[in-house]
């Protein structure tokens, strides 16, 4: 048997040593960039007792290594229409939403690493409706039947998609979703010794999908550590079921660090961003050439550490401390 654990770092280092003032300030606006757009929003005024008593099963029970190839997801290159079918607060900013599917007698079969496109017309800042379509991966896996889920953090007025799913969007209202061969990312089993994670918000969800292909799987031995930013503790998305895996596997560390947690609050885990310092201390080596890291979350977090996510070539920090473009997988 495997376990999982999860690590709180006690300590929060000032900028120092090789960090220049130019990464000083991509680190700021990486951080003031994240949160600006959550800061204060309360989208769901349902207590938080009440959230964590009703989480859905994708956010508690095991991993499950589900996998199938790509090309034979029930979503096509056209889009599909498609119930909501239960909704789940499972933080003040966050939200289960649990999604029918074109043949409610099989699942969605969608490979692993991959994301689903979803499209709704929204009123832009003037009022003229637009039609908005965003990219999101479903938490849920290949073992569940008639019905896929989503685990979506409500970004306010900066997060048009997001505000009208989390909270405008009724039970029974429909939205279109389908799926491109440019969605297909890396696919498991990843065939690796490593595997390093650097995660910012949202960017949790990819994660979670690969997490159960690797944990799931009985066979797989992939040591996996996660660098994984969040605002502040009660937001960190996912917790709850990091926490219980985190009783059952070994095989993860999860290294929370919060930017914008209260400085009376009870956290001792690390404060701040994600840098150089952590990187070097919880990532695989550049020199590892059996590891790969990946990478998702808010498009200023690929600025600072990777380049932008549509390019291969690979730029920024990881670049800079002798990671190749074979080893970054950019979600």
Not at 6 to 24: A, D, K, N, Q, W
Not at 276 to 288: A, Q, T, V
């Amino acid at each position: 048997t495997t376990h999982m654990r999860v690590i709180s770092i006690p300590v929060c280092r000032p900028f120092h040593g090789s960090h220049t003032m130019h990464h000083i300030f991509n680190k700021f606006m990486f951080v003031s960039t994240l949160l600006k757009s959550s800061r204060n929003r309360i989208p769901s005024k349902v207590p938080a007792r009440a959230m964590s008593a009703n989480l859905p099963s994708t956010m508690t029970g095991p991993p499950v290594s589900a996998l199938v190839p790509p090309g034979v997801c029930q979503f096509t290159d056209s889009f599909q229409s498609v119930p909501l079918l239960e909704k789940f607060p499972v933080s003040p900013t966050s939200s289960v939403l649990r999604f029918g599917l074109p043949d409610d007698d099989k699942p969605l079969n969608l490979s692993t690493c991959a994301c689903i496109l979803a499209k709704a017309d929204l009123p832009d800042r003037e009022g003229n409706e637009e039609c908005v379509v965003r990219p999101y991966t479903p938490i849920s896996t290949n073992a569940n039947t008639g019905y896929f889920d989503l685990l979506i953090k409500d970004y306010g007025e900066n997060g048009r998609m997001s505000t009208y799913l989390t909270e405008e969007l009724k039970v029974g209202e429909r939205v279109d979703f389908k799926h491109i061969e440019f969605n297909v990312k890396i696919q498991a089993p990843f065939g690796k010794k490593k595997i390093g994670m650097l995660v910012g918000g949202t960017g949790i969800t990819p994660m979670i999908q690969a997490l159960h292909a690797i944990l799931g799987d009985s066979s797989d031995t992939t040591q996996v550590s996660m660098l994984y930013g969040s605002r502040v503790a009660s937001d960190i998305l996912g917790d709850d079921l990091l926490a219980k895996w985190s009783a059952e596997h070994k095989r993860l560390q999860v290294i929370n660090v919060l930017s914008d947690e209260p400085e009376d609050s009870d956290w001792k885990g690390a404060r701040g961003f994600i840098d150089k310092e952590l990187i070097e201390k919880y990532m695989p080596s550049p020199d590892d050439k059996d590891s790969i890291i990946f990478i998702c979350g808010p498009p200023v977090m690929y600025k600072i550490f990777c380049g932008p996510r549509d390019e291969k070539k690979l730029s920024g920090l990881l670049a800079e401390m002798g990671y190749s473009e074979d080893q970054v997988y950019k979600f």
